[in-house]
């Protein structure tokens, strides 16, 4: 394989990422996004939790999507997050729905 065929397949795959994206948004309520991962959930509980001095946030989606385009199962019943970055949850609104082809 030459790297135009890996560059090829890949640029392919994210846009066979994008296009499921665009299809199951408009089953999702929130949209949660982490230094590593960028989610879609119907449930979100984030709690901010401190030991020995260090600040995490241990976040829990049910119901989730998550964008990843080597996971072959994107969907999840239940995902567990523990992260010592910020942690963005936005509520989707009906208009964000509206996702261009």
Request: overall charge negative.
């Amino acid at each position: 394989m030459s790297v135009d065929d890996v560059e090829e397949y890949e640029a392919e795959m994210e846009l066979q990422l994008y296009r499921e994206y665009r299809d199951v948004v408009g089953l999702f309520r929130y949209v949660v996004e982490t230094e590593r991962r960028f989610y879609l959930a119907n449930r979100v509980n984030v709690k901010q939790e401190s030991r020995h001095g260090e600040v995490y946030f241990d976040v829990t989606l049910e119901d989730a999507w998550v964008w990843d385009v080597y996971r072959p199962k994107r969907f999840a019943a239940k995902v567990r997050i523990m992260t010592f970055r910020d942690v963005n949850v936005e509520q989707l609104a009906q208009s964000d729905f509206d996702v261009p082809s």
